[in-house]
């Protein structure tokens, strides 16, 4: 017995193995089974309390579905949506785990009949989802969004038409839970302002959906999305897609599109003051550094805070005319860490910790070139820098300042 003493008094040890001991059991005499049954308890016990203490972990449940599924008709790759425990009331197996043959095995030896997993949408389905949107859906509304923004520029009036159309199909995406995958098989550099006005759209009512806003405001945020840069069709195309920094003069020009917007909206029959103000204020920050009024905190309208987040995360996590896209988390460790000051926390949290859950089961890569899965979200603090499971431990990388993610490897890859 030394020796599994020895192996459960490594705080790291997985869970499941600990539950592998226990369930070899049977091979050993009652004695043994006693003493074995009070180490993997305590050490279970131990697991569970080091996790927990990490802050309130949890897998996101929102907008996922749930279904009972038959433990003899698992497989690999789903998402349990419920925590294993023990007959001692430990956790064996937490919710947001990745089954694999090992932990389907033990879910048969514990005899369990049914679990409850995240819908089954198998990944062909999903594939076969996100393509369908994006092979002929995202090119139909970004192509509609290219036609108005161009046809402004020349001096047309706004092809009001497009833009409900367009709004329509968006605020739809929003509740399919699938926007996130279209926006990273849809980055692009060609017609970047089209796309981006498009990701902002699909990502502002996203937002929308995430704090709780109804049907109404969420095909708004859509439609500001859309609307947000319209701005910039009265600026030189040569101008925006400069490959490099501007010059101050360039930057002051360039800011002056958020009171173009205005400009351009503002006589527009029964358009919403919401959307309106969403345009104007889609560059103010939440501490008065922003443009073009320099506003700050109460004084910015809801919709312009969320936009603003949308807006410059559909900018870095696309390779635009200045720069290439950056990794997710990098993306998010840079909302969390150095612009937490710059938006409404209100908005903000919501938005890093669905990103940041949205890739849980998925493959990142570690700057120190090893690969993990994604296990566990904070809820708290240190969003962008999840739980994450390695071929050998669970690294809490919220505790591991030297260790961070720099790729996220496709789900299918994963
Ligand atoms: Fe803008």
Known sequence: MDHLDDAFIMDHELIEDLIKFYNNGDILSPKEKAELENVVNKNCLESSTIISNEGEYFMSSINRNTEYISVKDLITGMILAMDIVSTYGSEIILKGSVLNDHSIDVLQKLNYEEVLVYKSETEDEIEAYINSYVDCGYEVDKNKIKKLIQEVGTGNPLNVEYVEEVTG??????????????????????????????????????????????????????????????????????????????????????????????????????????????????????????????????????????????????AMVANRPYAKKDC?????????????????????????????????????????????????VSSTEFISRPMVRTEDSFVNLAKQSSLKIVEVLPMLDS
């Open 169 to 314: 199909s968006i605020a739809q995406q929003a509740n399919t839970n699938l926007p996130l995958e279209i926006l990273e098989k849809s980055i692009s550099k060609d017609d970047y302002l089209y796309t981006h006005s498009l990701n902002v759209a699909l990502l502002a009512s996203l937002l929308g959906k995430w704090v709780g806003l109804d049907d109404r405001s969420i095909s708004l945020l859509a439609k500001t999305g859309v609307l947000h840069d319209i701005g910039k069709s009265k600026l030189d195309k040569d101008l925006l897609d400069k490959p490099g920094p501007l010059t101050t003069k360039e930057f002051n020009t360039v800011k002056k599109h958020s009171e173009h917007g205005y400009e351009i909206l503002k006589n527009i029959p029964d358009l919403e003051r919401e959307v309106l103000l969403g345009v104007l204020m889609h560059h103010e920050k939440n501490d008065g550094s922003g443009y073009p009024m320099g506003i700050n905190g109460a004084k910015i309208s809801a919709f312009g805070k969320i936009v603003a987040i949308a807006d410059v995360y559909s």
């Open 328 to 376: 997710p988390f990098v993306i998010l460790d840079y909302l969390e860490n150095e612009c937490a000051e710059q938006f409404d926390l209100t908005y903000l949290r919501p938005f890093l910790y669905n990103i940041a859950s949205s890739y849980i089961g998925n493959t990142v890569v570690l700057n120190n070139g090893e690969h993990a899965k994604i296990i566990l």
